[in-house]
């Protein structure tokens, strides 16, 4: 039996530094010292000492799987175009009521103890779609989104954003991707939706000085 990272986890290096998101707690870390040699170790295929996993264990980034330990970095190609490519949309009455209630949903879905919850139904609304997205299809509603979003009193704020147009999308029988990525000195997080082709919220500029370090799709 291997190891597995747990659901709702993910990771990536950037600025030297080995950085881990666990949306069930709602935080970012980084291992460092003896437990980042343990974990490089453990991905590597190399052993380790007993108290080294029993360290590793109790972060509860790791689960058993069958077979060998599949622990890979986050990767995800990021768009080099946005909306900004696109066509713009125009006023939508009925995306405008849309919106107002998507981001009342997304502010009450990324609450602290809520968040994990909200992805695993998230996801399980992708997974019943049963089919591949139109990429041009979800552009044009997420375009329709923007278009309309500045009449909301609600500051833009680009997880609100992205769940809101998440739950849109679903809604519209479309599966974007949602993205996590971070950078460091500073700290910084940020996430955005995207197609294999254009982001969907915020700028593909902003979006491409984050390493990706949780993907839900």
Request: glycine share 8%; proline share 4%.
């Amino acid at each position: 039996m291997g190891w597995k990272l747990v659901p709702g986890t993910g990771y990536c290096e950037t600025g030297g530094q080995l950085v881990f998101l666990d949306l069930r707690r709602d935080r970012y870390f980084a291992l460092e010292g003896n437990d980042r040699s343990a974990f490089e170790r453990l991905r590597s295929g190399e052993p380790n000492d007993s108290d080294a996993m029993t360290r590793l264990v109790a972060t509860g980034l790791l689960d058993r799987c069958d077979g060998l330990s599949q622990i890979e970095p986050t990767e995800v190609e990021v768009p080099d175009h946005d909306l900004s490519a696109v066509f713009g949309a125009s006023f939508d009455l009925v995306m405008v009521v849309r919106a107002g209630l998507a981001l009342h949903w997304a502010r009450r879905a990324m609450r602290p103890n809520r968040l994990a919850q909200t992805f695993e139904s998230l996801q399980a609304r992708r997974s019943a779609l049963g089919c591949e997205t139109d990429d041009r299809a979800a552009t044009a509603v997420a375009a329709g989104y923007a278009a309309n979003r500045w009449i909301q009193r609600a500051p833009p704020r680009c997880l609100v954003d992205a769940l809101a147009l998440d739950h849109i999308l679903l809604s519209h029988g479309h599966a974007a991707t949602f993205v996590f990525g971070v950078r460091t000195a500073p700290f910084k997080a940020h996430c955005w939706l995207q197609t294999a082709s254009v982001v969907l919220t915020g700028t593909a500029a902003e979006a491409r000085n984050f390493t990706p370090i949780l993907v839900i799709q």
